[in-house]
């Protein structure tokens, strides 16, 4: 059970950790901060205390804290207050009445990833509501990890852990910076990597066969993949559509991709 506290101060120290969480250069779950990844909501509260991330703190209205503090090991301070005064203390209204902040758990390794048998691979998704829900999209269809490669936004962020629903916390995921070497790295461990694109000259997502590992290769709304990642995939692939549609949000297309993968 948390040790519940009352807070009745908005400048009370023991709730510096959810400070300002609408002030960018002061978040702390920004680089320069502190980088704590922050949970709000009584389902991603529930995820990240059931998650590998050491729980610092929860900060909530008595409802709300009240509907999770049997989780909460007796050494994680529960702070309770009113709302006006967690508006104060976090910068805004927060219509969920709860936020749980905890420490980063250690990393994941690229080859702590290469036992699994679905992955999806990113480059350059930098909006933080795009990765989140590519990360529950990840949770629901059975891929196994998420591999972060360059201009890809932190997935911890607390954008991305409200968006995911918290499944980002449970996901195992690492970042890579030789690139696109790791996707050369990932078919010699057995791979079939393959690059989602809409060219043209792309095979349809349909008629590839899998035989094996798979990662589903992820770019950026817009530009989409780089030429050097779609090189060094397996195929480059895409999903047909009808006419006059160039594209889908990258969330959506990894969701397609992911189903018809677990499902082929």
Known sequence: MASVIRVDDPADPR???????????R??????????VIAEGVVVVRRM???????????????????VAGEVGHTVPAYVTSAEVMAEVVGFHLNRGVLAVADRAKPWTLDDLTGSRRLAVLEGVGDHENLGALFRNV????VDGVV????????????????????VLAVPFTTVTEWPDALKYLQDKG????????????VPLNEIRIDGPVAVLLGSEGPGLTDGAIKAASHAVRIPMAGGVDS?????????????????
Not at 15 to 25: E, G
Not at 30 to 35: F, H, I, N, Y
Not at 139 to 142: F, K
């Open 15 to 25: 709730v510096d950790d959810f400070r300002d969480l609408s002030t960018a250069d």
């Open 27 to 36: 978040r702390p779950d920004r680089p320069g901060g502190k980088g704590l």
């Open 49 to 67: 205390l059931a998650s590998p991330y050491p729980v610092r703190a929860l900060l909530g209205v008595e409802r709300r804290i009240a509907e």
């Open 139 to 142: 949770a629901a269809l059975g």
């Open 148 to 167: 972060i490669g360059p201009g890809c936004s932190d997935p911890l962020y607390r954008r991305s852990v409200r968006v995911s629903m918290g499944h």
């Open 191 to 202: 791979f079939q990597v393959l690059a989602l694109t809409p060219r043209a000259d792309a």
């Open 248 to 264: 889908l949000n990258v969330a959506t297309a990894g969701a397609v991709a992911f189903y018809a993968i677990a499902t082929g």
